[in-house]
């Protein structure tokens, strides 16, 4: 079977969420299918990154422009759009053409389109069964951020976002034949924000390669907390803002040894409304975050936002780290709180499951062994992939 694959990031190397499920469903039907990939540029390419995925697909065509990229009068002007903001000021009339010429050439049976990004390049195609990816329930997210304004402006311009945002997805997902979900929640709430039938959507979970070589020699450092995730994310951040404000300046008061590391770039972000103190590191990109986090106590994840299921929670769960979470950012796992992790939701509960946790070394190896032991039952990418491909394979069959 032949298949196009139309990625808003360059899904590889493994450095975000969105790349790390892009690249592991992009390699589930390339191990079993032909594959033509049209992705954007998100970064400079190395000829290794390239290589690598070369060596999935026969066909690689990269477009040079970052996916969301823009120009300021766009976005002044995509305001002035019924549709989203966001959505006017990165369309790509190049990859447009570029999606068209390759589905042309290609003839895919199949073309899948990860995110909202790349979604709209899909249906310009004709005589293929379309799937698009939802990820993140964008929709959701940006009713989530409107009660967390400052002020009556913002609140009312986050309003005006959400509701361009839903009336978007919901014009553009059901022309789709298939949407994935990351959960069984966001399932549910694909067909109650945008009218999609229960037929028309599968649920495909994220997962991490819980083989992808042994961390269990790294010493875990004594009041070492870490957060792995970019700032660059509006999720992240509003994490981390909450959390450095609200809670982690109790915890230090009362854990001195306490120290927190936030991973991932932070480039051309306002850490002005960030208390970073003595006690909090950014690492800035790294290449591989995995030493970082199995060598941390803990892992918090205080996410107010966001749909999906947090591949940085099931990162660290399956390096050993313990999570400390929100039940929005263990929303979608089956995860237990006081078995394979903990959850806390206001400030309070927070820093007593914080300060629990660095005092108290059984506590930390049993939520660890319980951990690994779920991510290994339950989340490992190669079953995933491979229930991924032949899903795709019915569709297509019957199609």
Same mark, same amino acid.
């Given at each position: ?5 139309? /990625? ?14 892009? =690249? ?24 290794? @990154?390239? %290589? ?10 990269? *477009?040079?422009? $970052?996916?969301?990229?823009? /120009?300021? #009068? $766009? ?10 903001? +966001?959505? &006017? ?6 990859? /447009? ?17 990860? +995110? =909202?990004?790349?979604?709209? =390049?899909? #249906? ?14 964008? +929709? ?22 959400? !509701?361009?945002? #839903?009336? =978007? ?5 059901? !022309? ?9 929640? %966001? !399932? ?13 959507? *599968? ?59 936030? &991973? ?18 950014? +690492?800035?990109?790294?290449? %591989?975050? !995995? ?5 941390? @106590? ?15 929670? #099931?990162?660290?769960?399956a390096l050993g780290t313990p999570v400390i979470c929100t039940s929005k950012g263990a929303e979608g796992l089956a995860a237990q709180n006081e078995v394979h992790l903990l959850i806390a939701d206001d400030p309070h ?13 059984? *506590?930390?190896?049993?939520? /660890? ?31």
């Amino acid at each position: 079977m032949k298949i196009l694959f139309l /990625s808003t990031w360059f899904p590889y190397p493994l450095n975000q969420g969105s790349k790390i499920r892009g =690249y592991h469903l992009l390699k589930a039907l390339a191990d079993q299918h032909d594959v033509a990939l049209a992705s954007f540029e998100d970064a400079e390419l190395r000829p290794e @990154w390239l %290589d690598h995925i070369r060596s999935l697909c026969p066909v690689v065509e990269t *477009l040079p422009r $970052k996916p969301f990229q823009t /120009s300021r #009068l $766009k976005s002044v002007l995509g305001w002035l759009s019924p549709k989203p903001n +966001t959505v &006017t000021a990165i369309r790509s009339p190049e990859m /447009s053409a570029l999606a068209r010429r390759m589905a042309q050439s290609w003839r895919p049976e199949c073309i899948v389109a990860l +995110t =909202y990004v790349t979604a709209p =390049y899909a #249906l310009e195609a004709e005589g293929a069964v379309r799937v698009v990816d939802i990820d993140n329930v964008m +929709t959701r997210m940006l009713y989530e951020l409107v009660p967390l304004a400052r002020s009556a402006p913002e609140r009312f311009r986050r309003w005006l976002a959400y !509701r361009k945002f #839903l009336a =978007y997805e919901k014009s553009l997902y059901p !022309r789709f034949e298939r949407a994935l979900a990351v959960t069984e929640n %966001d !399932r549910r709430d694909a067909q109650q924000w945008f009218g999609l039938e229960p037929q028309q959507l *599968l649920v495909v979970p994220n997962g991490v390669e819980t083989a992808a070589g042994d961390f269990q020699s790294y010493a875990p450092e004594p009041g070492a907390l870490i957060f792995n995730g970019a700032l660059t994310y509006s999720a992240n951040y509003d994490a981390m803002e909450f959390f450095l404000g609200e809670i982690f300046p109790e915890v230090v008061r009362q854990a001195p040894e306490a120290t927190l590391r936030i &991973t991932g770039s932070a480039a051309g972000v306002d850490l002005g409304r960030l208390a970073i103190n003595d006690h909090v590191e950014l +690492t800035g990109y790294l290449d %591989d975050v !995995r030493p970082a986090v199995a060598q941390s @106590w803990a892992c918090v994840v205080p996410l107010r936002i966001g749909g999906g299921t947090r591949l940085k929670i #099931l990162e660290a769960m399956a390096l050993g780290t313990p999570v400390i979470c929100t039940s929005k950012g263990a929303e979608g796992l089956a995860a237990q709180n006081e078995v394979h992790l903990l959850i806390a939701d206001d400030p309070h509960a927070f820093i007593e499951q914080t300060l629990r946790l660095l005092r108290s070394p059984d *506590l930390r190896q049993r939520l /660890s062994q319980n951990a690994r032991r779920l991510m290994q039952e339950k989340y490992d990418w190669a079953a995933i992939e491979k229930d991924f491909c032949a899903q795709i394979e019915a569709i297509v069959s019957r199609n």
